[in-house]
């Protein structure tokens, strides 16, 4: 019995994209990319998520990290952030071979006890949230094809984004515009990998436009893990005056149907890596996963569009960014019959509709005061989400997998308005930092379905956020700073929506309190050599853990102070002959300081490695046409759940190969590139689900993967 996922109205919308983008796409950046890593001296890398200004990373008083658009897509099937954020110190990033669950995204511990999607980071696209208001993101939403950077933000200046306190993950797609160019890329690989990606950019009637519109197939790794990805996404780009600019974006993401693998225990993933946990307590067929029983299963459409408008006055600027979506999920989870017996029970369907919409208004401006540089930005942002939400059992009869009766029937509704202002002055060898944040969060529930009682409810969570950081500049080539700030993480709708025995919201959790400083270091040998490294500490009270997970569902808890001290360390350098290395070592303690439950002092925060290791050896030809590499991905053990008494997920290392070529002939372009992954076809543990109450913490990354691209772009 098969259900249609979505109305044909979802799908219209996902059509229209395919057909606006369907075009080939000229790689505008990509040649000003290899035209960079030709150049014996590195060129400044600006950022502005840290200050909201534009500025060197280099002078910014942080930990902050540039991702380019030739890692994010040269050698990359452009499908998984995974693919480029590997090589960021402070944040381990796991593609758990589950496209029903989305990534496993932490920033210094932070968001590794999430289930599914990303909680405890910020995500961003184009100045436009990818995030809710409660902190919960899907990092599928990220179109990778048009990626021009990801700036990734760690450490106390994330308090000045809102409702987290790990970091901030924000991706910058390229400009349209130029002559009108066309492209395709074909990717293909292992597990029946397959994608086609189909683009367009130019400029018409004085607006510079992007359209992009990809499809991605696989059959998945592990066992009941196959998906299908469709993305589209347009960006239309125009200036009204001399001083004025406006940029519009719209995007789409679906998929259906998309299987859910689940985790296993630590016997099964023994035996064979890819299979699924056996279902026991099914006599009739004795070697039918759970997974394959209850059909487990995701279907998502996730629609959005933005705007923002940039007005200068002088040095001046305002800037107004909107933006409205709706995303619609239908999940079917793991659950028996007997589990779902209890009234208060709210079965084993997930269905919702979300419409979600908010803007951000900002005033920035430069003055000179005190013989310094000031520049300050004044913003207000406000989001809101309403969910109707119904859940259903997963069975009629015995049949399992289908929609069955109505347990659930709610509006969820989830809003913030909050204020901010930051400043940054700048004098001789010194500046400094500086910003407060009001925090906050509403949280409302309407309860329709009686049956099992009233859950009806609701919790508001506040809190001031201030950040302070100094930076001295010792030399051209030397910089040292420090920073502190309190940050601000709380629960979200899913942690709410469960207490450990089943029955309605948990409106008793309380938000956590961090208090975070930093020191570091950042500095220029030679002309081809950057080093940056970083120590921090991370006091938390009231951290948000797993009280109890299974079959897809989690319940949280206030557990009790908890202590993250860490090192980063990052180096780039060119090594001459075409040669170029870099290296990202992350050192990270992070442990419960007082005991609750059976939980005893000094143990370790489960899904945090305490240090992972990036490592590359890099080589380009001086024309750019050919270009190959070695990558090292190491990380220590994690431990799978609170006590750190279950078999912890072992240690890793593995060696990925690739190696590219571009050739131009008069109006063409062509790259090909070849991956191979897991080089020595290691056999280990990618990723863990927190606290599941039935040991099926482990979720196997796959053995050696090969993968192949082929694109070809003409311009006009």
Avoid: C
Avoid at 396 to 417: H, P, Q, W, Y
Avoid at 464 to 474: E, F, G, R, S
């Amino acid at each position: 019995m098969q259900q249609q996922p979505f109305p044909s109205r979802r799908r219209a919308i996902a059509a229209l994209f395919a057909t606006g983008g369907a075009a080939f796409a000229a790689h505008g950046s990509a040649m000003a990319a290899d035209e960079q890593l030709q150049q014996a001296t590195p060129m400044p890398v600006v950022i502005v998520t840290g200050s909201r200004i534009e500025q060197d990373s280099f002078d910014f008083p942080g930990a902050i990290d540039n991702v380019d658009a030739a890692r994010i897509g040269d050698t990359q099937v452009r499908v998984n952030a995974s693919e480029a954020l590997a090589s960021v110190p402070g944040l381990v990033v796991h593609n758990r071979e589950n496209y029903a669950q989305d990534l496993q995204i932490s920033s210094r511990g932070f968001g590794a006890r999430s289930a599914f999607g990303v909680r405890g980071v910020r995500l961003i696209a184009d100045g436009i949230p990818a995030s809710m208001p409660d902190g919960q993101g899907q990092a599928a939403t990220f179109n990778l094809d048009l990626a021009e950077r990801i700036e990734v933000l760690r450490g106390p200046f994330s308090a000045l984004y809102g409702n987290h306190s790990g970091g901030v993950i924000q991706l910058f797609t390229r400009e349209g515009g130029g002559p009108p160019a066309l492209e395709t890329t074909v990717s293909g690989g292992s597990d029946g990998l397959r994608k086609v990606d189909i683009s367009a950019q130019g400029e018409a009637s004085g607006i510079k436009y992007l359209l992009d519109a990809s499809r991605f197939d696989t059959d998945g790794y592990r066992d009941h893990s196959a998906a299908r990805r469709d993305q589209g996404f347009a960006k239309l780009s125009m200036t009204p005056s001399d001083t004025s600019r406006l940029t519009i974006t719209a995007s789409t993401l679906t998929q259906d149907d998309t299987q859910d693998p689940l985790g296993v225990t630590w016997a099964t993933f023994q035996r064979d890596p890819r299979a699924g946990e056996i279902d026991t307590t099914d006599p009739q067929t004795p070697q039918r996963t759970l997974a394959k029983r209850y059909n487990t299963r995701k279907s998502i459409e996730h629609t959005q569009a933005g705007a923002t408008f940039e007005q200068r006055f002088g040095q001046d600027r305002l800037r107004l960014t909107a933006w409205a979506g709706n995303r619609q999920v239908l999940q079917y989870q793991a659950f028996s019959r007997g589990f779902q017996a209890p009234p208060t029970h709210s079965g084993g369907v997930i269905d919702f509709d979300r419409d979600f919409y908010g803007a951000d208004l900002q005033w920035m401006t430069v003055r000179q005061v005190a013989n310094g540089k000031l520049s300050t930005t004044f913003g207000v942002e406000y989001s809101r989400s309403e969910d109707d939400r119904q859940g259903y059992e997963n069975f009629i009869g015995n049949e399992f997998g289908v929609r069955g009766a109505l347990r659930r029937d709610e509006i969820n509704k989830l809003s913030n308005f909050d204020p901010y202002v930051q400043t940054q002055w700048e004098s001789g060898p010194w500046t400094l930092s500086a910003g407060l944040r009001r925090s906050s969060l509403d949280v409302e529930v309407s309860d329709r379905f009686l049956a099992n009682g009233n859950d009806s409810g609701g919790v508001d969570y506040s809190k001031w956020t201030p950040v302070a950081a100094v930076m001295y500049k010792v030399s051209p080539q030397l910089n040292v700073y420090a920073s502190a700030a309190r940050g601000f993480e709380t629960p979200t709708l899913n942690e709410l929506f469960y207490s450990a025995g089943g029955t309605g919201f948990n409106f008793r959790l309380q938000p956590a309190v961090s208090r975070n400083i930093e020191v570091g270091a950042k500095a220029k040998l030679g002309d081809n050599t950057r080093v940056e490294a970083a120590l921090f500490q991370v006091r938390t009270d009231d951290e948000l853990v797993v009280e109890t997970s299974g079959g897809g569902r989690t319940s949280y808890r206030n557990a009790s102070e908890t202590l993250r001290r860490g090192a980063e360390l990052s180096l780039d350098s060119q090594l001459g002959a075409g040669f170029s290395t870099r290296v990202a070592l992350t050192l990270l303690r992070a442990t419960y300081e007082t005991p609750f439950g059976s939980v005893a002092a000094g143990s370790r925060l489960p899904g945090v490695p305490r240090a992972n290791l990036f490592g590359e050896l890099a080589w380009k030809d001086a024309g750019g046409r050919f270009g190959a590499a070695l990558e090292t991905i190491a990380s220590s053990k994690v431990y799978a759940e609170d006590t750190n008494r279950e078999q912890a997920a072992p240690g890793y290392a593995v060696v990925n190969a690739r190696v590219q070529a571009r050739q131009s002939v008069d109006r063409w372009r062509f790259r090909q590139f070849v991956r191979l992954n897991n080089v020595f076809d290691r056999s280990y543990v990618g990723s863990v689900i927190v606290g599941d109450a039935n040991r099926r913490y482990y979720e196997a990354a796959p053995g050696r993967q090969w993968m192949i691209g082929i694109s070809a772009q003409y311009t006009f």
